[in-house]
């Protein structure tokens, strides 16, 4: 799974270009990369099996919280209650990607243009009542559950990219397409060992080596350790 060598970008953020590609010709450019390198693998039929009954059991058991959480923010921000936000998944089809909204209504469009530090400032600005104690135990992420089980999703995987940063990210990382090959995951191997503000490239090469060594035990393992990370982040009051 090598592309052509480009020199890697200098900088940890990545600015969306002026004119964004459009959405459908990021599917059309990579899906016509050759067939062996989406096919799947034996463990993949396992994994999604386990997607499946992780994401279905979740909802069954968060459901009851979840609506008071839409309620809540209903009542305290208004309309829209879930976050829709357009990213790049397996083969570079373009998805909708669900949460609880946390921000103030129009963030996106405020934000659009920030990453790492920046980005994580004035994010805080933006963060409701609700959302912030949504952020703080993750449970914003749930809505991302029905992706799963649409099958946009996976529960283990590199995290999902806005298409304004996707076709950029691949002209300054030369191998960044590589994440296509599985769908992207509510969580992630690099979530569970680095940060937001750390360079794109750092965290590609945690994605490539959960891709290339993906099974069962690693993807529990990386469950099991989001899982702890959330438990801790939440007793200590320090949201993502």
Known sequence: MSA?????????????????????????????????VYAPRRVDIALRALDLLIAGTALI?????LALLALATLLTSG??????????????????????????PGAEARLGNYYGEELSRRTEQEVTIVGRAARLTHIDEVPQLFNVIRGDMSIVGPRPVRPAF????????????QRLVVRPG???FAQTRITREDSWEDKLIHDLEYIADRSIRLY??????TVARIITLTFRGRAR
């Open 4 to 36: 052509p060598a480009r020199a890697p970008a200098e900088t940890q953020s990545v600015a969306p270009p002026t004119q964004p590609e459009p959405v459908s010709s990021i599917a059309a450019q990579y899906s016509g990369i050759a067939a062996e």
């Open 186 to 188: 509510v969580t992630g």
């Open 166 to 177: 996707f076709n950029r990210l691949c002209e300054e990382i030369p191998q960044y397409w």
């Open 220 to 225: 529990l393992r990386v469950l099991g350790a």
């Open 79 to 104: 309309r829209p209650v879930l976050y829709r936000g357009e990213r790049v998944g397996r083969a570079g089809r373009v998805f909708t990607m669900y949460k609880l909204r946390t921000l103030a």
């Open 61 to 65: 058991v968060l459901s009851p919280l």
